[in-house]
Every structure is written in structure tokens, then in C-alpha cells.
């Protein structure tokens, strides 16, 4: 059965910690992204990466980072984690090129930062 | 700017009913629309593609449908069920992408027994 594995289902830091949301698939996938759900807000996109190292800014990158040294693993970086970055955090991937019939979402990360 | 809404927001409807849920956007040049299904704390489940040169798919219950002119897609629950309870949210595919998809907010349908 192939998946999008989520390291953390539920997340509790402490406002201004640095935080490493991991991210891991094994289908191959050359995309991947880093989404936010907020409620009546749908999804946001923060990043995505659609090869080893490359990356790219979606909507809302500010105070965010990636990690992407392996095809598999994508890692999102809270560089100093504030309240209202609490939120949902769900990672995706998909085939390359136009590769959205592939979309395959982990089961989130529920992040909550006091 | 593309914009994809959803309304309603939540919708609530007794069991073994018929029901359509709304996706409108603003754009019409898209390249696909998407269904997607998500249950409470969990992650989205693709449901449905419909091609910009499709007008509906079909898969078991479901039906979606796509009239790209009006900027609208419905989803047609037959015969719902408390199984179906789940947050439905849309995407549609701009054309110039190769990776973003724009979001709607979601509708949270909840069946009654």
C-alpha cells in the first residue's frame, strides 16, 4: 500500500523552538509539497520541491523552510515557531510534470505552539 | 487570480438522500478540477478527476460533473449513507502549473441516521 508518512500526528513547542516536520514516501514521487489547513481557509501552500535540493515558495513561505536531500523525505523547518503558526500541517506528493492524478496525502501533523 | 469557493460550509442531510455539493471558480482556463475527501484529523483522499475536456466522471456513488463557462463543478452523492460524513473539498489545476493546485475552503457534509 503506498503512502505519504507524517513523522508527528500531534505537536506541542513552546513559542521561538525550531521545528522539523518530516515528511516521507515511497512511491517514487518526484513532487512533493507542504500545505497548512486553516479552518475556512482551505489549503495553503508554504512550499514544494519537485526534484532532490529543489525547491520553490508557495503562498505563504514566511518564517518557513524546506529540507529536500533525498527524492523520499521532504522536511519543513519552523525556524522559530510562533502562535500563529498553529495549525494543521499536511505533506503531499505526486508524480512529476502534470502529475495531479497522483496526489497522495500523509495524515497530517497537528502543531500546536504555546 | 484564481479563486475556488465552496458553499455551503457545512451541509446536513437525513440518510438514503440524494445530494450535490457546489465547487464554483473564477477562472475558466483550467487544465483538470479535482474532488477530494477528508475525514476528521486525517489526510485527503482523491476522489474524482475531471479533465478540461471532460464534462462529468463517474466512480460507484458518485458523479462529478464540470461546466467550465459557468465556472462551476458539482459532486452528486446518490443514496447518501453515514459513511459519506467527511469534509469534501475541490482543487482545481491552473493550466500554466505543473504543481500548484488552487483550493477551496471545503464543504463538511455530515449524514444523519
Known amino acids: 500500500d503506498v503512502k505519504v508518512t507524517q513523522s508527528s500526528r500531534y505537536l506541542v513547542k513552546r513559542t521561538g523552538e525550531k521545528v522539523f516536520l518530516e515528511c516521507v514516501q515511497d512511491?517514487?514521487?518526484?513532487?512533493m509539497f507542504w500545505y497548512r489547513q486553516d479552518p475556512g481557509l482551505g489549503l495553503r501552500l508554504i512550499y514544494f520541491?519537485?526534484?532532490?535540493?529543489?525547491?520553490e515558495k508557495g503562498d505563504i513561505p514566511e518564517g518557513y523552510s524546506v529540507s529536500r536531500e533525498k527524492k523520499e523525505r521532504f522536511s519543513l523547518i519552523l525556524e522559530s515557531a510562533s502562535t500563529n503558526q498553529t495549525s494543521m500541517y499536511l505533506c503531499?506528493?505526486?508524480?512529476?510534470?502534470?502529475?495531479?492524478?497522483?496526489?497522495?496525502f500523509g495524515s497530517g501533523t497537528r502543531l500546536t505552539v504555546v | 487570480k484564481q479563486e475556488v469557493t465552496q458553499i455551503p460550509a457545512a451541509l446536513s442531510v437525513p440518510e438514503g438522500e440524494n445530494l450535490v455539493l457546489n465547487c464554483s471558480f473564477t477562472?475558466?482556463?483550467?487544465?483538470?478540477l479535482q474532488w477530494f475527501r477528508q475525514d476528521p484529523g486525517k489526510g485527503l483522499t482523491s476522489l474524482l478527476l475531471?479533465?478540461?475536456s471532460q464534462r462529468e466522471q463517474t466512480s460507484g456513488r458518485l458523479n462529478a460533473s464540470l461546466d467550465k463557462s459557468s465556472g462551476r463543478s458539482t459532486l452528486y452523492i446518490a443514496a447518501s449513507q453515514p459513511g459519506d460524513s467527511a469534509t469534501y473539498l475541490c482543487?482545481?489545476?491552473?493550466?500554466?502549473?505543473?504543481?500548484?493546485?488552487?483550493w477551496g475552503a471545503g464543504t463538511k457534509l455530515i449524514i444523519k441516521p
Open positions: 482543487a482545481v489545476k491552473p493550466p500554466d502549473s505543473n504543481y500548484q493546485l488552487i
Open positions: 477562472d475558466s482556463a483550467i487544465y483538470n
Open positions: 520541491s519537485y526534484d532532490v535540493k529543489m525547491k
Open positions: 512511491m517514487d514521487h518526484e513532487n
Open positions: 475531471i479533465q478540461s
Open positions: 503531499a506528493s505526486s508524480l512529476g510534470g502534470t502529475g495531479t492524478r497522483s496526489y497522495t
